[in-house]
């Protein structure tokens, strides 16, 4: 499904400057959403091998797993606190701060953001309303709300994730809006071979040893 893009304020950080801000977050949660992706998928491959898990147990399985990585990791992330219903569990979130940004991890395939249903928070959320949290005891409040969306390909492994900046809640997915939502480059991305070393520079060598030995053959002259 194709999200409405919205032109963006100013204020609002484009796709680069949040992956920017958001620093060493993004390989972070490529490591422990993976992690989150295979102890789902072994889960599958013992209990029920070769059958589709329930989606509820399979996003809760993936959600436990993913918040566990992310406090080995530093991140204080916890699982979302809307108000959810059975038909609404697949779709149930991670939710941390990092550098006064609230980063919701939700699951959206192929990279569409989910309806916010009846939760008055998310759709706060979706419309950049700014909340405050704590920063030990100081009160601090948020600049902007980002979405990272993941979805599971047909081995249960993690498909890829999207980086989002929401822009109006919905009900439905079809309801929601975006001011932009890119792919979150792998961090394997980009790593090839290094490039070779340069060549040496010139040190003109010849010409010193040339300098050197010419003075040796002039005494040789003169004897």
Known sequence: MQIAILPRPDGLPDFKEALAALGRV?????????HAAFKTSSFRDVECPGERLDCGLSASLFRFHGIRHLHKEGIDAVADRFTWTFDRLPFMGISFHYERLHVRVLK?????????GAS???????GQIPTMYLI?????????NLIVLWDFD????????????PSGGGRRPQDVS????????????????????????DDDLGDLIQR???PKQQ?????
């Open 108 to 116: 959206g395939p192929g990279g569409s953001l989910p309806g916010c």
């Open 154 to 165: 047909e081995a249960y492994g993690l498909a890829k994730l999207w980086l989002a900046l």
């Open 120 to 126: 008055k928070t998310k759709n706060r959320f979706y």
């Open 136 to 144: 030990g005891k100081k009160p601090t409040r948020t600049k902007a």
């Open 178 to 201: 975006a001011y932009w939502c890119e792919p979150i480059p792998h961090p394997a991305e980009g790593i090839g071979t290094p490039p070779p070393p340069p060549p040496p520079p």
């Open 26 to 34: 993004p390989a972070t949660l490529y490591n422990g959403l993976e």
């Open 212 to 214: 050197e030995e010419t």
């Open 219 to 223: 005494r040789k002259t003169h004897r």
